[in-house]
């Protein structure tokens, strides 16, 4: 079953500014288009999409011109700032040097206080991207799942992607509330789902069966028409590694139907990124 890794991180420290990386041991090095391929390539990963890596914001632009005709990079995912006045402008110079291959947004939410994405003006600069066809992936932490919905109620032209499963807290309280809160964002139809970046909230000796019962929801939740996948790489490596998620994945998909199988690793993300 072929792959498109919808979340895909690269970083080269040489050519752009990653502040939030100065303390991490693990990530704070080059992590390289070619070095990815190397392991991704075997595993049935065909295409994937750059994710922002939350670059300073001078270099914001810079990345994204950066890793868009990177080999193998299908598409782009660009940092923004949609609570700021200047949002229209900086929408303007993206999809300019974009050339067709940005694919949609992402501000980090929680990185930022939360009101940063309630008053008005956030929600009218997202509304710009339905013009234009682009989505806005969401990236919260469980408890702020309810700032999604808000803010996916507030702009529903535009289609929306939950990253990371909502970041449960699998090393702590578990599956509730998230099990509840996450059906709240599921109940809206312009959000979908990214099953990646769970394992980061497991302790290393994580098991396939640690990761099920999260994945099985998500998907329960969100049906197989509101799905994608993701890697998290290099971010995946600090508990696992993109092989082991790979292979996790694939285990909980064993029982189900090629068709829908299809629909998590390729198809639904073809579709909501609009690729090919």
Known sequence: MRIIDTHLHLIYPDRLSYPWLGNNRVLNRPWTVDSYWAEAKPLGIEAALHMEVDVAPADIEHETAFVKDLPGIVG??????????????????????????????RRILHEVPDDVSQP?????????LADHGLTFDLCLRADQLHLGVDLARRVPEVTFILDHCGNP???????????????????????????????NHC???????????????????FGWDRVVWGSDHPVVTLTGSLTRWVEATREILAAETPENQGKLFHLNAERIYRLG
Do not use: M
């Open 76 to 105: 782009a995912i660009a940092a923004c700032r949609p609570e700021q006045e200047d949002f229209p402008a900086q929408l303007d110079r993206l999809l300019a040097l974009g050339n067709g291959r940005i694919k949609g947004l």
């Open 120 to 128: 008005a003006l956030f929600s009218d600069n997202l509304k710009r």
């Open 169 to 199: 807290d699998i090393n702590g309280i578990g599956l509730d509330p998230w099990r509840q809160q996450l059906e709240a964002v599921a109940a809206l139809p312009n959000v979908n789902c990214k099953v990646s970046g769970i394992v």
């Open 203 to 221: 302790d290393p000796d994580w098991t396939t069966e640690t990761l099920r019962p999260y994945v099985e929801h998500v998907i329960a939740t």
